[in-house]
């Protein structure tokens, strides 16, 4: 296994000094938010592992298909020699998809999650022991840096699950100028992007029968709990997701069911009855639309593929 001890991986400091202010800040709102970045301890990154097993939720059932349907093609695109960047990793299972006909200088899983992500090299490390594995626990929403000993090969940046949604569209093509910033002219961006479908199929696929997703929602309030010792009652509210069709966006809140008062790290906090809290949108695009914020970041479009339904798009580009 390539992962030796002086790149495992370890947790920030003062987490309660960096998180406290922003979480602090949203909630203090009209409407309150949440920063979706809390879903990702330990706990909710496993449910999240439990979504995407869900018949509802299409997106990595679709998405594999397609990675494994056009494999070639995609591991063709990126060449041969290029460090892997995986911001928000979480398990290392989409890399999977990819291996072992991609051959990688290095492979570079980011996450938020620490003890998940470490958890998760370690095993792929172990199926795969010839691949450098070189993970950072960072919030890549708030900057992309490798940091690491490859500045000789060029970055291909691997953003599935459409998690490019979850940003609002001015911050996504930031987001996408931030990655295009590490390449110097050279690697590439593959990037998985949902598209826009009948209300009726995204409705389910964020409210799962099984309750899983409200589960996954719920447990961002004991992260924070957890993180800023703080006493927000999980029971005292219920998940909520619709489907906005004007603003072609999912829009993901936990709605208070009873009035509440509560504190985090010091601060105290107020909850209504029917109030609702922000957690998540994940906007939903047109391929053409999702191509046109790519090229404003700075990108140019190389190849994309697509399911027979054309419910998910897998998509290539290249520094322009």
Same mark, same amino acid.
């Given at each position: ?6 790149? !495992?991986?370890? $947790? ?15 909630? @203090?709102?009209?409407? #309150?938010?949440? @920063?979706?970045?809390?879903?990702? &301890?330990? #706990?909710? /990154? ?8 869900? #018949? ?42 990819? %291996? ?17 992500? $470490? ?10 022991? !010839? ?10 929403? =708030? ?35 931030? *990655?295009?910033? =590490? *390449? =110097? ?8 992007? &949902?598209?826009?479908?009948?209300? @009726? ?26 993180? %800023? &010792? ?5 029971? #005292? ?14 829009? *993901? ?9 509560? $504190? ?11 109030? %609702? ?29 697509? &399911? ?6 897998? *998509?290539?580009?290249?520094? /322009?």
């Amino acid at each position: 296994m390539n992962l030796s001890t002086a790149q !495992k991986i370890k $947790q920030p400091a003062d987490e309660l000094t960096q998180v406290a202010p922003g979480v602090i800040e949203g909630l @203090s709102q009209s409407p #309150k938010r949440v @920063s979706p970045k809390y879903f990702y &301890d330990e #706990k909710g /990154s496993a449910l999240f592992d439990a979504i995407t097993e869900l #018949k509802e939720y299409y997106v990595p059932r679709v998405e594999k298909e397609i990675i494994e349907r056009y494999r070639v093609e995609i591991c063709a695109a990126i060449g041969t020699g290029t460090t892997l960047v995986e911001p928000g990793a979480g398990s290392c299972k989409k890399i999977r998809w990819l %291996l072992p006909e991609l051959e990688l200088a290095a492979y570079v899983p980011m996450d938020i999650s620490g003890e998940h992500l $470490q958890a998760s090299a370690v095993s792929l490390g172990k199926d795969y022991p !010839k691949l450098k594995i070189l993970p950072q626990v960072c919030d890549h929403t =708030q900057g992309i840096g490798t940091n690491v000993a490859v500045s000789n090969t060029p970055p291909v940046f691997f953003y599935p699950g459409s998690s490019v949604g979850n940003f609002e569209p001015a911050a996504a093509v930031d987001f996408m100028r931030a *990655m295009r910033a =590490q *390449m =110097q002219g050279a690697g590439g961006l593959l990037i998985g992007v &949902d598209t826009k479908k009948d209300a @009726s199929v995204l409705h389910a696929a964020y409210n799962d029968s099984a309750g899983v997703t409200a589960q996954f929602n719920i447990n961002l309030l004991s992260n924070l709990n957890r993180l %800023l &010792d703080g006493d927000i009652d999980p029971g #005292k509210f219920v998940h909520h997701a619709l489907y906005n069709a004007e603003r072609g966006r999912i829009e *993901m809140h936990l709605r208070c069911i009873e009035n509440h008062s509560a $504190q985090l790290a010091g601060h105290p906090l107020e909850f209504v009855e029917g109030e %609702l809290v922000h957690t998540e949108y994940s906007y939903k695009y047109h391929p053409d639309e999702f191509t046109a914020l790519a090229k404003s970041a700075g990108f140019a479009p190389v190849k994309r593929w697509q &399911d027979d339904e054309c419910w998910f798009a897998v *998509m290539y580009f290249e520094p /322009s």
